[in-house]
């Protein structure tokens, strides 16, 4: 079977010849693969026999000038098209540390939202008409990246604290973010599938959670975050395809509203947060297809992981709605070898 015809299946809760694999490695770990034997020029997906997945992706920044402020051997401070100043360190896979955002207050994301409006030249056209052929002659699975809802304001564009104030004191600025960068995903998208170059499903990072606990109620979703989550579903299911969340942290109390909102997949089921799998398969297991809820911390203790794979996977694919992958991405602790068993007990666990 086609990577589209295995995954469509789990959308549809059907069983396929073996449970999709759909995952992400850091590009260190990539990195390491090829130092310890996997050939330099290999997909690592064909290498190891995982399924292909391909994005589309537009550019929905206010496009704020990016440059490079201050850099040496160890890192380098920059502003980014969203008016945020990181510091990058140039360690591989390392995280960001944000020092600065411009987009602060309702008055300058004014600014903000106009530079938005202009929708000229934020897709990249030039790619879609060379790669999107190639993806389905391959029957790889075809996402459209949205963005939008408290994820990229909170964290890329705005800050946490002040957006997690702002819901509370400021909400009619907050939504008029969500609306707008939902707007323009609708939009361009609209311009790509009408263009002929259709996808499969949309997918949307908004990490609703933490460790334990969401970064806000269940009501305060319901009210100002959910209408923007339906809008996106709705809009995909007007053109028949899928719509998948991708939410880290423990969003346990929030899952009976992802349900209502009508979201078809729920990625990554952060087991390091709080997240049961396997209780969320025997509750939600009919109306929600899962993808993940393997814990990344065990991927680099081989006995571990194959044990646990071994839990979770037979369980994990009844009647289809189960996709492959860590709790989040595999990283660079995780060695060819380890891969390869990973891999191997993967596709005898989830052969249907």
Known sequence: ????????????????????????????????????????????????????????????????????????????IVTTDYGVTLKQFKAADSTPEFLDYKVNSPAVWADAKRRMEDRSGR???????????????EGQWITAEFWFGFDVTHSWMSGTETILMALLEEPEWVTDMFDTFLNSCMDLFDQIWDAGY??????????????????????????????????????????????????CGDVRTVLPDIIA???????????????????????????????????AVLWDDKERIIAEIERLVPKLKENGGYIFASDHSIPNSVSLENFKAIMECVQRCGCY
């Open 1 to 76: 079977m086609t990577s589209f015809e295995r995954i469509t299946r789990m959308y549809e809760h059907r069983e396929a010849d073996h449970v999709p694999i759909l995952d992400s490695p850091w590009a260190g770990t990539i990195a390491r693969w090829r130092r310890e034997g996997m050939p330099e020029n290999a997909d690592w997906r064909d290498f190891f026999g995982a399924d292909k997945s391909a994005s589309i992706g537009v550019n929905i920044s206010p496009r704020y000038e990016q440059k490079v402020l201050e850099e040496n051997d160890r890192w380098k």
């Open 123 to 137: 897709i990249n056209w030039d790619r879609l008409k060379r790669e999107y052929p190639k993806w389905r002659a």
């Open 198 to 247: 259709t996808f499969d499903e949309i997918r949307w990072p908004d990490d609703l959670g933490y460790k334990g606990a969401t970064f806000f109620s269940p009501a305060l979703y319901r009210e100002l975050v959910q209408p923007f989550h339906k809008r996106a579903v709705e809009w995909a299911h007007s053109k028949g395809i899928y719509a998948r969340l991708h939410s």
């Open 261 to 295: 909102t009508g979201v078809d997949a729920l990625n990554p089921l952060e087991a390091k947060a709080g997240m049961d799998a396997l209780e969320v398969k025997r509750v939600y297991g009919d109306k929600l297809t899962l993808h993940g809820g393997v814990n």
